[in-house]
């Protein structure tokens, strides 16, 4: 019995070489796929808007300055639904500088939320802020 439990079948070594080999194909695969899909990256100097939660594809906003209504404002990289105006669900502040301050209203106007220099948030349906964001803004309101 004993000398039989360490016999390994050959096709299952095979299999297991296979699976191994196909996993290496498909890990080495990834990183060109990543690299063909970096359009989600937010340039330095700039607050980037996402269309969808958790900064992945959908449509991207990139700014460098202030902007006060986002109602003639459009994601770009969005090939549906690409209004700018209540649409945003995930921000990422690669500024140089600064928070920057988000609203609920143009003007900028109504409810506040600011991400940290360097920092980033993202939002999920139900959430308060998922979807309603019209303009922003730059360094400390006042
Ligand atoms: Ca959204
Ligand atoms: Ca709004």
């Known amino acids: 019995m004993a000398h039989v439990a360490h016999r390994v079948p050959r096709p299952l070594v095979l299999s297991i070489v296979t699976l191994a080999l196909t996993a290496g194909l498909f890990v080495a695969w990834q990183p060109a796929a990543d690299a063909g899909s970096d359009w989600s ?11 969808n939660a958790s900064w992945t594809t959908g449509g991207i906003a990139e700014y460098g300055g202030n902007d006060p209504d986002y109602s003639n404002n459009t994601f770009e990289r969005c090939y549906l639904a690409c209004s700018l105006n209540d649409k945003t669900s995930s921000i990422r502040n690669n500024g140089n500088s600064c928070d920057s ?10 409810a506040m939320v600011f991400i940290a220099l360097g920092g980033s948030k993202t939002w999920v349906s139900g959430q308060y802020w998922n979807d309603r964001m019209s303009s922003h803004q730059w360094c400390n309101p006042a």
């Open 41 to 51: 990256e937010c340039d330095a100097g700039r607050v980037c808007m996402y269309k």
């Open 101 to 110: 301050y988000h609203y609920e209203d143009a003007g900028p106007d109504g």
